[in-house]
């Protein structure tokens, strides 16, 4: 398999859904723009978010994917689609109780997880009827999961890429032509997430019965049960569950403390976060999605220089794009910022606000793809111990910098505890791997390194210098020459960036790979 082109791939198809991703969020705040309804959406969004994290995509991925691939590679097709029918029909049951019992018990959950709120009813009702209305989505996406992770495992990456753009369609559709006409607007976005579950449960359909996996349910879940290779994955979901649920719980502590802040600090952190998305979804999420089943494929094989040499790509490719992108962010938050969301009821506080948020994001942006490049380092030697107890000290430490970073600056302290968090986690995962021996780094990082160093400089001077000659904010209303404005920040930037890079020998060639 050529991980260049699948990464290329993979890629083209996640900047197709953050493209998409990014247009609703521009909906959203011309339509919304930033205030307690819209903090009411997004908390509401985080509670159905969180179960997704811990019971779907995190831990049952990371628990589910290499004790498939070695089912695929070792036991037959026949075993492979056992595992695969009781694995689905014990997890089609998990996720109806789970649906019933979280749409009985949103108020409590609400009360917890948002305590600002209750300080404004009509906010907090409406919060608790979206997020009620949006329950279903983590039965949709524990399924959405499921089917990625085999299709991941056959090499088949587009569809699992594309899912998440018919989640922004629906949005997309919802706030131009269903919203103008509801009576309380801001529901129509707890519909749209809901009929965006059932998209994505349909387009996964055909793709497992082209391969001959799509899944049996069973009306007796006691079936799945009893099953071998199902015990082995709700052995491994455990200390999954605890590695993501600290990041999760960090997340909804942070959101609890957002919502005792200014009236608005949880929507702008949600759309920090967006901009966030693009470079982790891109490099972050497209590396570990591929790194994940090619790792666990090296360590069935028992082919260690091939593992160590996966992780040396990976890494390589995060430096050589995500530091980039990091400072891209932290020298150009308040001409993104303005560019895409400062319009209609999206008012010039909101935009210094947000690109106060992007700003810290930016500073553990490195960190934050980093985590998803070495964590599976971990999982496909279906280790998911080690990154538990990570994870737990990454909780502590990212709580006692927010009792720092929050009375300094608010919600933007928020971010930069959660950036400082993930580096924190990286360097911690990169120290366990290396004194595991299962990473050797290859010859040549230093100058690597040093290469890098030199064009980052030339870029943050770059980026401010032409940012400079631009009033953002004063734009407004001249949008279309805004948008020239910033595309040509940006090429600025990437000709110096990349100009310099090649200017002192890079090759960019040299990453291309292929899978053994």
């Avoid at 979280?102 to 300080?119: E, N, W």
Wanted: aromatic share 12%; hydrophobic share 55%.
């Amino acid at each position: 398999m050529n991980l260049h082109k699948t990464l290329a791939t993979i890629s083209g198809m996640t900047m197709l859904s953050r493209i998409t991703g990014l247009a609703r969020e521009i909906l959203f705040a011309r339509a919304f723009g930033a205030s307690a309804y819209t903090d009411a959406f997004n908390i509401a969004f985080r509670i159905p978010n969180l179960l997704r994290r811990l019971f779907a995509e995190g831990a049952f991925s990371q628990a589910f994917v290499p004790i498939l691939a070695e089912y695929k590679n070792q036991r037959g097709e026949a075993e492979t689609k056992h595992l695969i029918d009781h694995v689905a029909t014990v997890l089609m049951w998990v996720m109806l109780a789970t649906c019933a019992a979280g749409i009985v018990a949103t108020p409590l959950v609400i009360y917890f997880i948002a305590t600002g709120l209750q300080y404004n009813p009509e906010a907090f009702d409406a919060s608790v009827v979206m997020t009620r209305i949006m329950f279903p989505y983590i039965g949709f996406m524990a399924f959405v999961a499921l089917a990625g992770g085999i299709l991941n495992t056959w090499k088949e990456f587009k569809i699992p890429a594309f899912t998440s753009v018919l989640l922004n369609l629906s949005f997309i559709v919802a706030s131009l032509f269903v919203a103008p006409f509801m009576k309380q607007p801001i529901y129509a976005m707890a519909f749209a997430v809901f009929v965006g579950g059932v998209l994505q449960v349909a387009l996964q359909v055909p793709a497992l019965i082209k391969i001959g996996m799509l899944p049996r349910l069973y009306l007796n879940p006691m079936l799945g049960m009893r099953d071998e290779g199902v015990r082995r994955v709700l052995k491994k979901m455990g200390p999954a569950v605890f590695a993501v649920s600290a990041a999760q719980i960090s997340l909804m502590i942070n959101t609890n403390i957002a919502s005792r802040l200014a009236h608005g600090s949880v929507s702008w952190l949600s759309y920090a976060d967006r901009l966030m998305e693009f470079p982790t979804a891109l490099l972050g999420v497209a590396l570990g999605t591929i790194l994940l089943p090619s790792l666990s494929n090296a360590h069935t094989a028992n082919d260690m220089e091939e593992y160590s040499s996966l992780l040396d790509w990976g890494l390589r490719l995060t430096f050589l794009l995500a530091l980039p992108a990091a400072v891209g962010l932290a020298t150009l938050s308040e001409p993104l910022t303005a560019t895409l969301f400062h319009y209609g009821k999206f008012d010039n506080t909101s935009v210094l606000m947000t690109s106060h948020a992007l700003i810290a994001y930016g500073v553990g942006l490195i960190g934050l793809i980093l985590v998803k490049i070495l964590a599976p380092g971990f999982y496909a030697k279906q280790d998911i111990r080690t990154p538990v107890k990570i994870a737990i000290g990454v909780l502590i430490a990212t709580q006692l910098m927010n009792s720092i970073f929050v009375p300094w600056f608010a919600h933007a302290g928020l971010a930069l505890s959660i950036g400082l968090g993930a580096c924190l986690n990286a360097v911690l995962l990169f120290w366990g791997l290396r004194r595991r021996k299962l990473y050797t780094p290859r010859p040549g990082w230093g100058l690597f390194l040093i290469k890098l160093i030199g064009a980052l400089f030339l870029l943050a001077g770059v980026a401010m210098w032409v940012a400079g000659h631009f009033d953002w904010i004063a734009m407004r209303a001249h949008p279309i020459a805004r948008i020239g404005a910033l595309m040509l920040v940006l090429a600025a930037c990437s000709v110096a960036y990349f100009g310099a890079l090649m200017i002192m020998g890079f090759r960019f060639r040299e990453f291309k790979r292929i899978a053994r």
